[in-house]
């Protein structure tokens, strides 16, 4: 029998039934248990669950017990994300490298140390040999992400001493995946072009000159080419996803694995396993496919009466995927303002002006706009709702001429080099295994002999 001869099966309805019975939790317990639901507070706020130093995620001010929305800052290792992206624009040079050098080292790079450092990220770049050609090739996948988690825990069987958890080992583990990630991307990509697009496979060397983000656009585009701005602002995409925090979903995966004392590539490897999934890292690509939606649907982009229609539609589940839900809007942390959804909407609307993309953005400012007061028509609640970094990094990445597969794949590239801190930083100070309680509530049942059920 077949997989799908399997599923359409009486005996395996019957047995998934019987699991969905036994497994499906009256709602009412957690209430009744105290149990706060994906470790939220019910003011939606976050359960504290350790300390850091390598980023601060700040949305609101609790005061008086009241939970105050303030504009959203996003600091990495003390200095602002905003700051650092000036300074960047200021001297119109590349910032990613010198986020990563930051995050992991917890201090800003003089200039002899940024260039060694830029050094060594290019020469860590290249993938070991026949590396391509035997994981990402002949083992190929229809999902990037996936490919790219079982790519870099393969990485283990490339390194001489994959179970050395000393800082200086680790630290080379971590510039060694960073420098990596975008090759094996890319190069999984490339592999999904030929096995399941029926296209051309096109495999570029490195140009050694080139930043992360200038050798992420030449080995991807066929003839190699690409313009400062674009560049430039892949780069800028790049900064501002690099870090958000540790109690995001996939760092806090990385950080609870490496809490059990396991090897660093299967840490980074689940946090890459972490941001595939639609609630984190693949809402960029929700938004697209919303915004796809809403473009058909509406007549008028320009109409805020039809627009605001529309999204209500959405909300009750009458377009969209039936999820009910207007991606790109609300955050966990964010009330406000999302410090990243500003920044690039900001830099991505100059460099669209005068482009076929000009609209598309405007219609997404609109649905940033219109949604508060559909949410507060739809559901009589007032809450603070902003646009988050999703919102317009799936349309900057378009502009770009990025395909839609790689959309999370770039943010797990961005965001290695958090990752990497943050294991770290657990390694050093963790030293207790992370194991939260689950309350038991299915207790005491009488065994029944095989032969009286």
């Not at 059990?260 to 929700?286: Q, V, W």
Request: aromatic letters at 8%; glycine letters at 8%; one cysteine or more.
């Amino acid at each position: 029998m077949n997989f799908e001869e399997l599923r359409s099966s009486s005996t395996l309805n019957k047995m998934c039934e019987d699991f969905t019975k036994t497994t499906t939790i009256d709602n009412s317990l957690y209430g009744k248990f105290g149990v706060k639901r994906g470790l939220r507070n019910s003011d939606g706020s976050g359960v504290v669950a350790g300390i850091t130093n390598v980023c601060c995620v700040h949305g609101y001010v609790i005061s008086e017990g009241d939970k105050q929305p303030i504009e959203g800052e996003l600091i990495y290792r003390g200095y602002s994300v905003k700051d650092l992206v000036n300074g960047v624009i200021r001297d119109k040079r590349f910032g990613y490298e010198e986020v990563a050098y930051l995050l992991l080292f917890g201090v800003l790079p003089t200039d002899a140390q940024l260039t060694s450092f830029c050094a060594l990220i290019r020469e860590f770049r290249e993938l070991p040999i026949y590396f391509s050609e035997d994981v990402i090739i002949r083992c190929h996948s229809p999902n990037i992400m996936n490919k790219m988690a079982q790519a870099v825990l393969a990485l283990y069987g490339f390194d001489d001493n994959p179970e050395d958890k000393s800082v200086q080992s680790e630290m080379i583990k971590a510039i060694s995946v960073i420098a990596k990630l975008p090759a094996i991307m890319v190069a999984s990509y490339q592999a999904m072009r030929r096995f399941y697009h029926n296209d051309s496979m096109v495999m570029h060397p490195f140009k050694e000159d080139e930043s992360l983000a200038e050798s992420i656009l030449s080995t991807l585009r066929d003839d190699r080419s690409y313009t400062p701005e674009e560049a430039h602002l892949l780069d800028l995409c790049l900064m501002l996803h690099a870090e958000h925090g540790g109690g995001n979903n996939s760092t806090f995966a990385c950080r609870t694995v490496s809490s059990s004392g396991t090897d660093a590539y299967s840490a980074y490897s689940a946090a890459i396993c972490s941001l595939k999934g639609p609630r984190h890292g693949g809402a960029n690509i929700k938004v697209m496919e919303m915004l796809d939606c809403i473009k058909e649907g509406v007549s008028d982009w320009d109409s805020d009466s039809e627009v605001s229609d529309f999204l209500h539609r959405i909300m009750r589940r009458q377009e969209g995927d039936g999820s009910g839900l207007i991606y790109g809007m609300g955050h966990a942390v964010y009330t406000l303002s999302d410090p990243r959804a500003m920044i690039l909407k900001e830099n991505a609307m100059n460099l669209a002006k005068g482009t076929e993309f000009e609209a598309e953005f405007r219609l997404l400012d609109t649905i940033e706009r219109l949604t508060p007061k559909v949410f507060a028509e739809e559901r009589g609640d007032i809450k603070n709702i902003c646009a988050n970094v999703d919102m317009y990094s799936g349309l900057v990445y378009k502009m770009l001429k990025i395909p839609v597969e790689m959309y999370t794949a770039l943010f797990a590239c961005a965001r290695m080099a958090g990752w990497c801190a943050h294991r770290m930083e657990e390694m050093i100070n963790g030293k207790r295994i992370i194991r939260p309680a689950y309350k038991a509530i299915n207790l005491n049942k009488t065994y029944i002999p095989l032969e009286k059920r």
